[in-house]
């Protein structure tokens, strides 16, 4: 069974850094692309970063370019998001997802990120 | 990256259809044919519904499909019933490593 479980959300002041993980199994995790995707409370799904199954590929949303990095763990099966200057509006429920004929075929519960002082 | 334009609300009636359209532009949805459909309900993670414009995974009801004409990509749900009161987002790949969504649609079973 495909599982993806988010950590590392929480409360953040404005400026701060954080970094999420998304712990994947139930599947040969270094075939496929990962991503992953935000949500305002609310508010609709926005793409924000994307990675090669090697991790030399990474593509971004401009709202998040130069701020967010995004990396893969092979061995461990484990995508990251690392987020620095965060801001308020970066505040979101992050959802990590599988990339699969150019769709997201499985989804993580998510894990809220709330950037506030 | 902008997002793709959805209506804000569709409903029907149980057992009547209901046809969302998902509008970009030649360097999203008229370019590629990797437009998907995901379902969400209430503090749920989304569902992959539709990918490949048309094609529906495992387990998705074939009451559930997707078309694309030009630059506007749509999917119907047939039949509808209670537990498709969802909202629903539209996705697609926009060149190099970048996707983009829909505003997203609320679908409301009267």
């Known amino acids: 069974e495909v599982q993806l479980v988010e950590s590392g959300g929480g409360l953040i002041q404005p400026g701060g850094s954080l970094r999420l993980s998304c712990a994947a199994s139930?599947?040969?995790?270094?075939?496929?692309?990962m991503q992953w995707v935000r949500q305002v409370p609310g508010k609709g799904l926005v793409w924000v970063s994307r990675i090669s199954l090697d991790g030399r590929k990474t593509g971004y949303a401009d709202s998040v370019k130069g701020r967010f990095t995004i990396s893969r763990d092979n061995a461990r099966t484990t995508l990251y998001l690392q987020m620095s200057s965060l801001r308020a509006e970066d505040t979101a429920v992050y959802y990590c997802a599988r990339e699969n004929s150019g769709a997201k075929d499985f989804w993580g519960q998510g894990t809220l990120v709330t950037v506030s002082s | 990256q902008s997002a793709l334009t959805q209506p804000l609300s569709a409903s029907g009636s149980p057992g009547q259809s209901v046809t969302i359209s998902c509008t970009g532009t030649?360097?999203?949805?008229?370019?590629?044919?990797?437009v998907s459909w995901y379902q969400q309900h209430p503090g749920k993670a989304p569902k992959l519904m539709i990918y490949?414009?048309?094609r529906r995974p495992s387990g998705v009801p074939d009451r559930f499909s997707g078309s694309k004409s030009g630059n506007t990509a749509s999917l119907t749900v047939s039949g509808l019933q209670a537990e498709d009161e969802a909202d629903y987002y539209c996705?697609?790949?926009?060149?190099?490593?970048?996707?983009?969504f829909g505003t997203g649609t609320r679908v409301t079973v009267l």
């Open positions: 490949e414009v048309t």
């Open positions: 996705g697609s790949y926009a060149g190099g490593d970048n996707f983009v």
């Open positions: 139930g599947f040969i995790f270094s075939g496929f692309y």
């Open positions: 030649s360097s999203d949805v008229g370019g590629y044919k990797y």
